[in-house]
């Protein structure tokens, strides 16, 4: 394969998320216009072999970086024999590698997927048996050196070759986690649709951000990154590594511009020898914290971000200066009780079975039956039936209006109800996906308590 050649390529990324991957791609290539096309379900990039391999290295929004080999209408899994066949599979792995073959469809009309799927397997080993002099690529679901996507729509199949391997979310610093971790590029998006992160401009807001319910440190390990321009994949390795255009040494020179670039921190707003930290966590488990920190410390991080225990309804303001609260809180999880998590819980993301802790309600108030102790259950305290989880938020926001006066409180949740349990009035509302869950990221914009027990 020429390696200058142009090639099309796609990068998916979660739904809500398309705009704000746009913005990073063209912040990370200066493209516009036909070169950069906003699609359902990702964008479509116009470029050459270097330029996959520099958006796997630094996108933090997208899924994977696909090289898109071949488009064509089909009605059967004939057709998709024909296309698969007709591609020079020969020109990215070799027949003495392995490969896989996943399919993706959305309306398609075949009645199934793994016939699609072995139907395309088919024809890329009789491809190779006719290049290769009968000689074919063995099969391996595990560690395949080489990965083919074919995605189906209505009436248009396309092949692509999968440059990233294991889903760009693995950054390769994450050893330590919960029992619900937020996939990282959920909090780059995150990040982005805040404002904090400006991907299009390739710079942070000159503003603190603080995770109160940190768990194991997504968002602040993501949001500490991006303050010292640290590039997303530095620390794995990818499938492209594998393919035949691969060169070590152009690869080489890539990393090391990235190195160069992140000298200067991103934007040139910090030293990364001697960064301001700018970036803080906490949570109401010590467990988590040292997870946090451990993870931070593998991730290049640890002298930009501060990491604390503590109770989201009691930490104060971690600076003088107003910033940003961006947090996926423990809804849908346990609670504890009085809205204090007390010594026995574990905290936001493994609130598992600890006898002092209160379940909260479930995302959604319309599936609980009413009557007071169903799902939506609610914990006992004097006798008493409450739910722990419309008091953890009632005393959250009423904590944020006695001391956080001037920050901007951001939340992602699947609970549309949450500025109610909160009484507090969001100022937006962005769709996120957080895997098969449809989320909300709320904005609240916090004003000082203007008289005790006010709502305002």
Same mark, same amino acid.
Request: proline fraction near 7%.
């Given at each position: 394969?020429?390696?200058?050649?142009?090639?099309?390529?796609?990068?998916?990324?979660?739904?809500?998320?398309?705009?704000?991957?746009?913005?990073?791609?063209?912040?990370?290539?200066?493209?516009?216009?036909?070169?950069?096309?906003?699609?359902?379900?990702?964008?479509?990039?116009?470029?050459?072999?270097?330029?996959?391999?520099?958006?796997?290295?630094?996108?933090?929004?997208?899924?994977?970086?696909?090289?898109?080999?071949?488009?064509?209408?089909?009605?059967?899994?004939?057709?998709?024999?024909?296309?698969?066949?007709?591609?020079?599979?020969?020109?990215?792995?070799?027949?003495?590698?392995?490969?896989?073959?996943?399919?993706?469809?959305?309306?398609?009309?075949?009645?199934?997927?793994?016939?699609?799927?072995?139907?395309?397997?088919?024809?890329?080993?009789?491809?190779?048996?006719?290049?290769?002099?009968?000689?074919?690529?063995?099969?391996?679901?595990?560690?395949?050196?080489?990965?083919?996507?074919?995605?189906?729509?209505?009436?248009?199949?396309?092949?692509?070759?999968?440059?990233?391997?294991?889903?760009?979310?693995?950054?390769?610093?994450?050893?330590?986690?919960?029992?619900?971790?937020?996939?990282?590029?959920?909090?780059?998006?995150?990040?982005?649709?805040?404002?904090?992160?400006?991907?299009?401009?390739?710079?942070?807001?000159?503003?603190?951000?603080?995770?109160?319910?940190?768990?194991?440190?997504?968002?602040?390990?993501?949001?500490?990154?991006?303050?010292?321009?640290?590039?997303?994949?530095?620390?794995?390795?990818?499938?492209?590594?594998?393919? $035949?255009?691969? =060169?070590? &040494? /152009?690869? %080489? !020179?890539?990393?090391?511009?990235?190195?160069? *670039?992140? #000298?200067?921190?991103? +934007?040139?707003?910090?030293?990364?020898?001697?960064?301001?930290?700018?970036?803080?966590?906490?949570?109401?488990?010590? $467990?988590?914290? =040292?997870? &946090? /920190?451990? %993870? !931070?410390?593998?991730?290049?991080?640890?002298? *930009?971000? #501060?990491?604390?225990? +503590?109770?989201?309804?009691?930490?104060?303001?971690?600076?003088?200066?107003?910033?940003?609260?961006?947090?996926?809180?423990?809804?849908?999880?346990?609670?504890?009780?009085?809205?204090?998590?007390?010594?026995?819980?574990?905290?936001?993301?493994?609130?598992? +079975?600890?006898?002092?802790?209160?379940?909260?309600?479930?995302?959604?108030?319309?599936?609980?039956?009413?009557?007071?102790?169903?799902?939506?259950?609610?914990?006992?305290?004097?006798?008493?039936?409450?739910?722990?989880?419309?008091?953890?938020?009632?005393?959250?926001?009423?904590?944020?209006?006695?001391?956080?006066?001037?920050?901007?409180?951001?939340?992602?949740?699947?609970?549309?109800?949450?500025?109610?349990?909160?009484?507090?009035?969001?100022?937006?509302?962005?769709?996120?996906?957080?895997?098969?869950?449809?989320?909300?990221?709320?904005?609240?914009?916090?004003?000082?308590?203007?008289?005790?027990?006010?709502?305002?």
């Amino acid at each position: 394969m020429n390696k200058e050649k142009p090639l099309t390529l796609f990068l998916p990324c979660a739904g809500g998320v398309e705009t704000f991957l746009a913005d990073e791609v063209h912040g990370l290539t200066g493209l516009v216009g036909d070169d950069l096309l906003t699609a359902r379900g990702g964008v479509r990039v116009r470029g050459d072999w270097a330029l996959a391999l520099r958006l796997n290295l630094h996108s933090r929004l997208a899924q994977r970086v696909l090289i898109e080999l071949a488009e064509a209408p089909y009605r059967d899994e004939h057709d998709l024999y024909h296309l698969a066949a007709s591609v020079a599979w020969e020109d990215w792995f070799a027949s003495r590698q392995t490969f896989r073959v996943d399919v993706t469809a959305q309306a398609s009309p075949l009645r199934s997927l793994n016939f699609a799927t072995l139907r395309i397997k088919d024809a890329v080993a009789d491809r190779f048996r006719q290049q290769a002099g009968g000689v074919r690529p063995s099969i391996d679901t595990q560690r395949p050196d080489a990965r083919v996507q074919a995605h189906l729509s209505a009436t248009h199949a396309t092949l692509y070759v999968d440059t990233s391997g294991e889903p760009l979310f693995k950054r390769g610093w994450r050893q330590d986690k919960g029992d619900a971790p937020l996939k990282e590029t959920l909090a780059a998006a995150m990040l982005a649709a805040s404002g904090w992160w400006r991907p299009a401009e390739r710079r942070v807001a000159d503003v603190p951000l603080y995770d109160p319910c940190c768990g194991s440190g997504t968002i602040v390990i993501e949001a500490a990154q991006l303050a010292l321009g640290l590039p997303a994949g530095g620390l794995r390795r990818f499938a492209f590594e594998r393919l $035949r255009p691969f =060169d070590a &040494a /152009q690869w %080489n !020179a890539i990393k090391k511009e990235a190195d160069s *670039a992140c #000298q200067t921190g991103a +934007g040139g707003q910090n030293d990364s020898k001697n960064p301001p930290v700018r970036v803080f966590g906490s949570d109401v488990a010590h $467990r988590m914290v =040292d997870f &946090a /920190q451990r %993870n !931070a410390e593998r991730a290049g991080v640890a002298r *930009a971000v #501060q990491l604390r225990g +503590g109770d989201a309804l009691q930490r104060m303001p971690p600076t003088p200066q107003p910033g940003v609260l961006l947090m996926n809180p423990p809804y849908g999880e346990r609670i504890a009780a009085a809205g204090v998590a007390g010594h026995r819980a574990r905290g936001r993301e493994a609130f598992q +079975g600890d006898g002092g802790a209160f379940i909260a309600g479930p995302p959604q108030d319309e599936q609980v039956p009413s009557g007071g102790s169903g799902p939506r259950a609610a914990g006992e305290r004097g006798g008493q039936v409450f739910n722990a989880g419309d008091e953890f938020f009632a005393r959250l926001a009423a904590h944020w209006k006695s001391h956080y006066a001037g920050w901007t409180a951001w939340l992602l949740t699947p609970d549309l109800k949450l500025p109610g349990r909160l009484r507090l009035k969001e100022t937006r509302r962005v769709p996120l996906w957080n895997g098969p869950i449809e989320c909300r990221l709320f904005r609240f914009d916090l004003t000082a308590r203007r008289t005790p027990g006010s709502d305002s």
